[in-house]
């Protein structure tokens, strides 16, 4: 399993969402909107499936809408993280 591929992967596939800067690692200084892909926290490898040949990794996809929380930044980023449509 190479890491590195795979949030390159998910970051490609996250740059097809038009408008929306992508990026497969955390950056320093994000310009909203942007995604970016980092492994999960803990666990990051299930190890449960690992002893059935499986190897299952778990990441991250944080969205940044804006600077501030508020409604425009609330509705944006609905529009992300919605299971249909464009975003």
Do not use: W
Request: hydrophobic share 40%; with cysteine; aromatic share 6%.
């Amino acid at each position: 399993m190479n890491v590195t591929s795979i949030r390159g992967g998910l970051r490609t596939n996250l740059a097809t969402i038009s408008g929306l800067q992508t990026y497969d690692f955390a950056p320093a200084s994000p310009t909203p909107p942007c995604a970016y892909v980092k492994p999960h926290d803990s666990p990051f490898i299930n190890r449960a499936t690992m002893q059935k040949g499986i190897v299952l990794a778990l990441f991250d996809v944080v969205v940044l809408v804006g600077n501030v929380v508020d409604d425009e930044s609330q509705d944006k980023l609905d529009g992300y993280i919605a299971t249909s449509g464009t975003g």
